[in-house]
Structure formats: C-alpha cells, structure tokens
C-alpha cells in the first residue's frame, strides 16, 4: 500500500530532556566515552538493540522510561555535563587557528569520499578506506579545520555478513532507516528539501542532501532515492560498490558532479578539493564546466585553475584496483563535457589515460585526478614509491624517485579505536592531550611511568571482555541459524580468556592470506595446543569477503572446516560481520595482531595501528605502515622485505617464519610471569608500542600533514590564480601553452668541463654550458646539473639536482649557465644537466610534465669554459 501522506515524526522528549537530542544527533557522541556512557544508561538493552544508534532509541524508548529519567537527578547531572563538553568541545578547536597563519578569505576544504566509516549504526562503509575517511573527519573537527565532506547516502549499504552451516558467506542487505539515523534532512531557505540536478543521457536526476554533523564537521550525502527519478536512477545511491560498470560510472557521476552542485547548492565555495581515491575525479570536468561558463574562461584556463585547489590522495598498490572505464561508455555518460572543452574525442579522453596517444587506452580515474590535481600522495611510505613506479610514465623523462607523489601515511583516531578503560588509563597518566598530541610531545615518555600491573590488569579485562562478546556473537548467529544444542553449547564455551590470543580481522581478498596459519597443520595445531605443556593459543578471525569474491568465500570456509575437522573449534574462532563495533573489541582485547598480506599490495592498513595504540605489538610482513614502524621494538617483523615470483615458495617461507616467531619469542615472552603473575618483557613491548606508533599512526598526526602540505598551499595558490578576475590563471596558461609549442627547439649546444682529468674528492671543477633556447627566454626556464653514483647499469639512479647560474647570452644568442661543484664521494660519479620549466605561478616545475636531458649522443663537450660575451648584472 502506498501512502497517500508521509510524516517525519520526531521523538517527542519532555523538555528537560531535550539536550539529549543535540548529543544524539552530533556524532561526537561515537568518540566521547562520556556520552557513550549516558546512552547506555538511558538504556542499556536499547542501546545494543538498536545498534549504538541514539536516535532510534530516542525514537523507541518507552514514554515511561522517558518520564523516569527526566526526574532522575543524577541522570540529569550527567546529561548537563555531556551538553556542557559538547559546547566546549564545539567551540574550542584551536589547532587550525593557531597554525594557519593567514587563511584565504572563506578557506574551507571539500573532502570527498565513495565511502565513510563512522559508527556502527552507520553502514555506510566497506572496509579500511571508509573508516579511514570516517577517522579523517573526526580528527578534521579535533583540530578545527574548516573541513566540509561530500559522499553518498545508501539505502543498502554494505552487506551483513553471517554464515550458512558449512561456513559458507552469506549475504543480506539490511535497509538503512534514514529517519532514524543520526542525519539531517537538508532543506532550502523555504523549508523545501534542497535538491540538486544532474544530466544523464536523456534525463536528469535529482538528488536531495542529509547531513551528518561529525563535531565540527558537516558531510553532505546525496540520496536518489526519491522521485521523479526512475528506479534505476533511484538505485544510483542503493548499494556501496554494487552493480555493473555503468552503475558504477551513475554512481561517480553522481560523487563527483552532484557532490560540487551540492556544494554550490549549500552555499558553499571550497578552497581545496580533496579527492579520496579516483571515484569522485569527475569532480574536475564540472568544476572546469562552471569555469567556462561563468567565468568564460578557456579549457586550458579552467584546467590552471581547477588543477590548483585539488588534490588526490591514492589507496591501492594494484593496477585491478583503479576504475578503468571503456572510451566509448565516457563518451556516452560525459560527452557534454567534452563538447563544452571543445575537445576532440580522443584530447577528451587524454585527461584520463597514460599513453594519450593510445586511442584504444580505457579512461583510468587515477589518471583523471593525476592530471586535475597540484598534490597527489599516497598512504605510506613504501605504498608512495609504489605509486612513483605505477604512474611513474605520466612525467616522462623523470627519474622516478622524483615523481611528485609524496608520502602522507595513513593514521587512525584515537579515541576512536582506544578501549575505554585504557583511555581512561592514559588520561590518567598522560593528562587529556595525549589522544592529538605529536611525536616528540614529552607526555609520550610518562608512558613509562605507568605502573605494569595497571596497565597488565586493564589489557586482561579488554580480553575478558572480547572473549564474552565473542561467545555472545557466535552463539547469537548460532541461533541464528538453527544450529543444534550442541554448536550453541560450543559457541557459549569457545575461548580462553587466559590464553594468548592472536587477531587477525581484515577483508578476505585473496592477498591477504588469510589461511597463511594453516600452512602447516600439524605445526599450527601443535603450537595452539602448547606443545604439550600449558602455554597455549588461540585465534579470533573476522572479516568479508566481497560479494563476488569467490576465492575469498573459500579462505573463510576453509578456516570453519579446519576449525572443526581438527576439533579445534574452541581455539579458532571466526567472528561473523566484521563492523567498526568487533574490531574495537578485538584490537583492545586480542594479545597480538596479526597480518600477513603479499607484500607490497597492503597500501597501508590500519587496524594494526588501533591495535598498537591499544597496547598490542603487531606481528607483521613487512608492509604498508609497519615497514616504516619501529618492527622491533614495538612487535616482530615477519622476513626483512623480500619481494617473491613464486607464490607458492613465498608462503613456505612466511608461514615458516611466522611458526618460528610464535615458538621461539611471542609465546615464551607472554608467558613469562614473575611472582605477580606479569609478565614484565611482555607489558614492556605493549608500551613500546604505545609510545612510538600512538603518536605517529594516528590521524591527528596525518590531517595536520594534509593541512601543512596540501590544503593551505592549495588555498593559497588557487586564490592567487583566480585573483583579479583570473589574471594570473589566465597568464599561466597562455605561457604554458608557449612552452608547449616551443619546447621541442631548446637545444643543449656545448657543454664545457673545466678539468675532466684526475678529479679528486673535493676538487672543485666548474661545469659551464651553452644553451638554445629558440623562442624560450632564461626566465621560462631552470637549468640544473644532475650528478651522481654510476650504477653497474651504467645509469644514474639517486642523483642530486643543482640549479646553475644563468650568466647571460654569448656572441651566438645562446645562454650560458654555469656551475661550480666537486664530488664529496669517490668512485664512478656522472653528471647530466637537465631544462626544467619556470613561471611564478607554477606550483612545481614538475607540472607542466616537460623535461629535456642533455642527450649523451649529440651533445658537443668540450674542456675548459664557455663564457658570455656580456655578463649579466
Ligand atoms: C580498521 C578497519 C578496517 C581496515 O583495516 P585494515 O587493517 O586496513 O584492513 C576495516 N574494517 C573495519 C570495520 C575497521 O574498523
């Protein structure tokens, strides 16, 4: 029956009460142990029933309970002292004001994500990239930024994972109530709910807006779901990351192009524009559209100054990870784009491929947000050189370890993933900063001062803890499920809360190796049993496997089948429906983490981190975060970094590793007690741990890295460009299309070396050469003498660029540039020079994609000078 009228009711609260609708619809609440606390007492079953969502229990909760609690003084003490650090928390974001010297007029930063984890009652996430974005926010707010997100809202979300009786994965897809979710319906200033409109071929399709208020920091999400829009354009926000490929280009169209409407529908004009892995890249032709058209701007104009405020962060080591699209379906989704270019088809879809020349090339959306963006990075050091390899050909020419693709390292928020008992711990001891404070801060070394048994005590009970959740979870899907009298009676009794407990919980995609314990059963079963004495082990497993992921399914199937072949169903545990809510769980009360990815496809990973900042040492592969961890003193390294061709060999040698490493240090360390029953080296390590990667791993560390390095450089330089009706924007790109033209005729004529023979270290020699640079003038340009070991390739590899002097013209109108050095190291050293691009408004000379190397075949050298016939004054 379809309803004639619908209504948004809204919880109807005495007024007493009506600070509780404020904490429940700012999702400050999710990282406020406080708060947390007050729902739970509000109503302790609600508050699990409803899935840690406040607003569907303000929503439900009995009348009765209602008129209780608003007489209940201690209750209402509370509920005053939470509304009290809300508005402190609100208004006292000092961070941004401190260190950003002088904001552009309106600075705010856009930031776009396909996905957002936040909170449990909020499925609106996968895995790793969503709670990366979610933890992004809040550390966003922590620190004050004028931060603004963009995403969209699915009515299915992700999937609920549980199991069938042979441990296959299972699938279902419950609705989101948006009603009752903490979410604000957008409305315009007649009460109307705002809307926006995007072209598709043939039609348009609305959209309208909610907003989740994360602390200071407002995400926008669009919704289809409504009319006129057909069922298919209704379903463009159905499901994160479900459907075909056209889906997925409804999906991005609707990310990027809807995502800058919205903002413009919201009153809104960024200063950066952050995207969040390629999926909102589109974002740049519509920008690069309003340019055009408002500001009548050319294309190569709009590109200047659209590419200055934007930047791209990447997460995926693999080519299969980036959206490639066919030609012809971009041409069909986006054509109009194209013609308002002024574009061929084959300039259009450039902007989106490597090898431009390339007509059958697929449009990649890494190489979309590549070529639109000023700042690019990826998400760890090694996951950076990466990346400098897999887009390393877009700056032909460039040694690769130039490649301007900086590291950012991923972090996560810490009061976010720390257990509440252990927060309180190191509020205790560390004083209320520690959650946001730098490495090198000295509360960090007050860590030491935390007496053992304290710390050892508290990580015990987070392991009570888990193991009580775990069987309460387990026998829930049992029943569930029907299972017999017997599996509920297993489930109830699974895990030992006194036995080392290693975690593994991460997506089930084949390179995790998610069965790389199993190598070899009868050493891991040996191991889990303690080697026939007492120091026993167990496992607590989690994690889904994409919908379509066959082999992935079959690792959790196989590790259900071990578990119960070998009756080992006590020790191995699989959690079903891995959610932010388990992982806190298990990275607070697990002993070890565990990963063991094929390095170097984990382009970072996380829920390592929450772990260490729990207090856990991770035992891990050498890759993404860990390989730049302190792996020795904060966990163990699995292997040293080796990269493998043989699959097969390369699981021999790490599951093989991983068994020693068990045998011979983490199990004796654990359960080494003294006569207090501690074990001292262990709860060492476990500070260790909290010292160093707290501090560095952590979101707070990596958004003010995204503001010192990205978002203000970005915000200054775009207001430069787009100053005085684009001047300097305008004169960017006329004098880049001059270098463009003119490139190809700057010639290296000679090149003079002073003394070529018996060069000792530290002799000074002087390189001077003679330059053509045709219609370019030496303002255009950067000259620079590039020198280095020569490896047995004969190549330069790590070489040091030096500008030289530009000493004027000589009798021929070359330009003479000049340089004074002497190598600082002996054995086989080489020099090259290189021409560089140069203009004012240039954010790197690496932008314009234009390098020209003396070529070693023709270049004349000659011993000696060359010298200008009129110096320069
Ligand atoms: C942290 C987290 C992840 C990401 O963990 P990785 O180690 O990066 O795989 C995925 N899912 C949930 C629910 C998380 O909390």
Known sequence: MRPIRTFNVTPALPQRLEALRTLAYNLHWDWDVEMVDLFRRLDGDLWESSRYNPVLMLGTISQARLNEIAEDEGFLAQMDR?????????????????????????????????????????????????????????????????????????????????????????????INDFYNMPLHLERDANGQELRIEVEYPGRVVYARVWRVQVGTVPLYLLDTNIEPNNQYDQDICDRLYGGDIDMRIHQEVMLGIGGIRMLKALGLTPTAYHMNEGHSAFMALERMRVLIEEQSLTFAEALQVAQASQMFTTHT???????????????????????????????????????????SAPFSMAVLAIKTATFINGVSKLHAEVSRDMFGELWTGLPLGEVPIYAITNGVHARSCVARSTQALYDRYLGPNWAEASPGASLWERVYAIPDDELWRNHEQCRSHLVVTVRDRLAKSTRDRGGSTRELTEAQECLDPFVLTIGFARRFATYKRATLFLHDLERIRNIINGNGGDRRVQFVIAGKAHPKDIPGKELIRSIIHFTRDQGLSKSIVFVPNYDIHLSRDMVAGCDVWLNNPRRPREASGTSGMKAAMNG??????????????????????????????????????????LYDILEKEVVPLFYDRDK??????????????????????????????????????????????????????????????????????????????????????????????????????????QVELYQGTVSVDGEIHSGVAVPMAHQGPDANGRSIYALEMEYTASGLQGLSLRILPRHRYLNSPYDPKLVLWADPDSVRIVSGVVTPTAALV
């Open 82 to 174: 939470a509304a009290q650090r809300l508005e402190d928390y609100l208004s006292d974001r000092a961070w941004y004001k401190k260190h950003r010297k002088a904001p552009v007029s309106g600075e705010c930063y856009a930031y776009f994500s396909m996905e957002f984890g936040l909170t449990t009652c909020m499925p609106v996430y996968s895995g790793g990239l969503g709670v990366l974005a979610g933890d992004h926010l809040k550390s966003a707010s922590d620190l004050g930024l004028p931060l603004v997100a963009v995403g969209l809202l699915y009515q299915e979300g992700y999937f609920a994972q549980y199991l069938n009786a042979d441990g296959w994965q299972q699938e279902r897809y419950p």
């Open 676 to 781: 207090d029953e501690i074990p001292r080296g262990w709860v060492a390590k476990m500070k260790e741990a909290i010292y160093f990667n707290t501090p560095q791993f952590n979101t707070a560390r990596m958004v003010k890295d995204y503001a010192n390095l990205g978002y203000f450089a970005a915000s200054d330089r775009a207001s430069t460009l787009a100053s005085a009706s684009y001047s300097p924007g305008k004169e960017l790109a006329t004098w880049q299309a001059r270098m463009a033209d003119h490139w190809y005729d700057v010639r290296f004529e000679e090149v003079a070396i002073s003394d070529t023979t018996n060069l000792q270290v530290n002799q000074p020699f002087k390189v001077t050469a003679a330059i053509q640079l045709g219609a370019l003038t030496p303002d255009d340009v």
């Open 317 to 359: 080591p693999v080519p299969a990870g980036i959206d490639l699209f066919p030609p012809e379906k971009v041409l069909h989704y986006l054509g109009r784009y194209r013609e308002r270019f002024g574009l061929g088809d084959a300039e259009f879809l450039a902007l989106g491929r490597t090898d431009t020349g390339d007509f």
């Open 616 to 657: 856990l040492p991770n035992l891990s592969v050498l890759d993404g975060w860990w390989d730049e961890a302190d792996y020795i003193r904060t966990g163990w390294p699995i292997g040293h970094g080796e990269d493998y061709d043989d699959p097969n060999y390369q699981d021999d040698v790490e599951a093989n590793a």
